[in-house]
């Protein structure tokens, strides 16, 4: 079966991610009401299913330990409107991008993703279908963040059910993607794990011959982190008609100049906790 090729992909991630990485996304949120970084990312990401509760949050973000969540929700919805927040969030991506795309004609590029988006099948991914429920902008900025925020979370759905299906839970696939060097050493602290759970989700991972003594992804680890990328690819392009697989690939170029001009701008940092590579 053919695949949107990982470029495609990769590219949609490093679009999508410039709202976690501006330098003054804390303030933006403060000026709204709510307290803090960690309120924001979980408000903001979240926003889109409505004011939902932390078992709902934790469980379609998967990576994150549950007390994370619980410190920030639900109390963000009593602090701030959540048409606000979505509105800011937005506005946030705008400005992030902006820099980077410059002079660049991204209309086509966002008329491109918005087709495909359109002909996403939602079954099981209920991130992306809360995403692509929200109010699609007029802009041509607006739309490429908000197409290409609707395909990062229709892959990861599809991944987080790769994950659960090779029974890793959230402390050991974060693990497991900072042992083979997809997420930086800090990885368990910004996910919200004990060090006590970081060493016990490695104890699991070693039981299963995917990381060695020393904490390092042996060979047969990396192949199987490998092929969970492999299997995310097929997974998601499934629904991709033959019309779609063509979209895709045209967007390849356009993509990848994009998102590297964002890096070369800074607006979004690499490594990180995300695990976004530039294509």
Known sequence: MSTARREFWQGVEVIHDVVY????????????????????????RSAALGTPEPKLVTALFYGFAPRAVERVLPDAWSMADRQVVLDTRLQLARDA????????????????LETIVDGLDFSGRALAAAHASVDRPADAIGRLWWAATVLREYRGDS??????TNDLDGA??????????RAPERQRETRGWTEDEWAAAFGRLEQHGWVDVS????????QFRNQLEDDTDRV?????????????????DSLVELARAIKENGAVTFPNPTGTRVP
Request: glycine fraction near 8%; charged fraction near 20%.
């Open 236 to 252: 998601c392009s499934a629904c991709f008609t033959d019309d779609m697989l063509a979209l895709a690939e045209a967007a390849e």
């Open 159 to 164: 991944h987080v059910a790769l994950l659960t």
């Open 172 to 181: 050991e696939a974060n693990a497991l993607a900072q042992a083979d060097g």
């Open 215 to 222: 904490g390092k992804t042996t060979a047969e680890g990396h």
């Open 21 to 44: 990485f501006a330098p003054d996304i804390r303030e933006r949120f403060d000026a709204i009401g709510l307290k803090g970084w960690w309120m924001a990312y979980f408000a903001s």
């Open 97 to 112: 991008l902006a820099p980077a795309v410059g002079d660049l004609d991204i209309d086509p590029l966002a008329t491109v």
